[in-house]
């Protein structure tokens, strides 16, 4: 009888652990959406002032959501689970629909000048956005360098 109430305490843990854990991952990206207050703009040409070779140098800072029109408007995304690089020479933030590590194209995309760095989590409001179906294919992605 001792044996069977443990086990019966150990699935009530472990069912209430596995609730939490969804619960959050749920909510997480949305209180990092809500954090960011500032509206931002995309730039309409790949070059990097800040590096030596005028090229964005890009490396994965997590997942990213693009949305068009103004913060906090959240009714048009344009990329709901995209991917989020960044410039480590400028900060500019590329948010995209693909990523360029595994595919062959970004898709839908845009690039965002950002102040300062990033990590995780990324939200982007744009006027517009760019459509790319085969990587380093056209001039603005030429203009890139994924690390």
Not at 13 to 35: D, G, H, K, Q, Y
Not at 61 to 77: E, H, W
Not at 141 to 147: P, Y
Request: glycine share 8%; net charge positive.
């Amino acid at each position: 009888m001792f044996k069977e109430n443990e086990n019966k305490h150990l699935k009530h843990n472990v069912s209430f652990c596995i609730i939490f854990l969804l619960l959050l991952t749920i909510c997480l990206p949305f209180r990092a959406e809500a954090s960011m207050k500032q509206t931002i703009t995309p730039k309409s040409h790949a070059l990097c002032n800040s590096s030596s070779d005028g090229k964005h140098h890009f490396h994965g800072i997590g997942r990213g959501r693009l949305y068009k029109g103004t913060y906090p408007n959240t009714s048009n995304c344009i990329v709901s689970n995209g991917y989020a690089f960044q410039c480590r020479y400028c900060n500019a933030v590329l948010i995209s629909q693909y990523s360029a590590y595994y595919h062959t194209c970004l898709g839908k995309y845009a690039i965002i000048s950002y102040p300062h760095s990033l990590q995780g989590f990324t939200c982007g409001w744009v006027s517009s956005y760019l459509t790319n179906n085969v990587l380093y294919g056209d001039a603005m992605t030429r203009g890139m360098v994924f690390e």
